[in-house]
């Protein structure tokens, strides 16, 4: 019986949750654009904004976000780093990982991917390529199945 005030003994564990999350028709129609190639998002007719993944509704205004608009698959980087370690999720023969937000060209707002395409094993190199600003274009995965991991990774280009 623990002491008052003694603190409650614990172990360490790691809990895992798998779930099937029901992506309603707006997220199907994205994610079926991936299969597809296809970057998908969209308009509101209030304000006028372009949104990635696509909405049902702006968040900004609260109006159905109804006009589709396939996208660029080209950007900006917005920022980018670094991951050499690993974590939950993250082993290490996913490492080193280069993630990254890409303004998407006509697109507001920004869209997460990891860059790829050279030895980002070689920090210097990605310090010398990898830059807010540089420009990239997606490289699809081979086989896609409507998922994220449909854009294998997002190509620097020069
Ligand atoms: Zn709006």
């Not at 589709?68 to 050499?84: K, L, P, R």
Request: glycine fraction near 10%; proline fraction near 6%; hydrophobic fraction near 40%.
């Amino acid at each position: 019986m623990a002491e008052k005030n003694e603190k409650p003994r614990t172990i360490h564990t790691v809990l895992r949750v798998p779930f099937e999350m029901a992506l309603g028709p707006t997220w199907t129609r994205f994610f079926e654009g991936l299969r597809e190639k296809k970057i998908l998002g969209t308009k509101c007719k209030e304000c006028g904004r372009i949104l990635v993944p696509a909405r049902p509704f702006c968040p900004r205004c609260f109006e159905p976000m109804e006009e589709w608009v396939e996208v660029a698959q080209e950007g900006t980087i917005i920022t980018w780093s670094y991951v050499n370690y690993t974590y939950f999720g993250v082993t290490a023969d996913m490492i080193p990982i280069v993630p990254t937000r890409i303004k998407l060209d006509g697109v507001d707002g920004g869209w997460g991917g990891r860059i790829g395409g050279f030895d980002i094993k070689d920090f210097d190199l990605v310090n010398k390529k990898v830059k807010v600003g540089a420009r990239v274009k997606a490289v699809w995965s081979g086989e896609r199945h409507g998922h994220l991991r449909d854009i294998e990774y997002w190509e620097i280009i020069e």
